[in-house]
Nanobody
């Protein structure tokens, strides 16, 4: 049984900062990928940032140098959002994979929504100009 619970979503002004957290309730896994996705109204869900159990991170071009992802083992993933923009407005979801070896993952696969079996319910981020 795996449960993901996001928190930290809020309304913030453009240029501000926000920290999202995702708690992972599961057995201890030594190999994992934890990923943040987001979905704006009328748009497809897109990958934002990912981190694996070796500490490697992957970022979407749109958030590189503004967002930072970190994890505390496989129990919590945090997304530090700086210099936010109105286009960052979306529902943010965390997703987890504990089954695949780290050699499976590429930058395309890590942001493929079909890859993930476990999802949280999402937390809303609204950025006003």
């Amino acid at each position: 049984q795996v449960t993901l619970v996001e928190s930290g979503g809020d309304s913030v002004q453009s240029g501000g900062s926000l920290t999202l957290s995702c708690r992972v309730f599961a057995y201890s896994y030594s190999t994992y990928v934890l990923t943040w996705f987001r979905q704006a109204p009328g748009k497809e869900r897109e990958g934002v940032a990912a981190i694996d159990s070796d500490g490697r991170t992957t970022y979407a071009d749109s958030v590189k140098d503004r967002f930072a992802v970190s994890s505390e083992d496989a129990k919590k993933i945090t997304l530090q959002m700086n210099s936010v923009r109105p286009e960052d407005t979306a529902m943010y979801f965390c997703a987890a994979d504990f089954a695949r070896p780290l050699t499976y993952w590429t930058s395309d696969k890590v942001f493929d929504v079909k890859t993930y079996h476990y999802w949280g319910q999402g937390t809303q981020v609204t950025v006003s100009s």
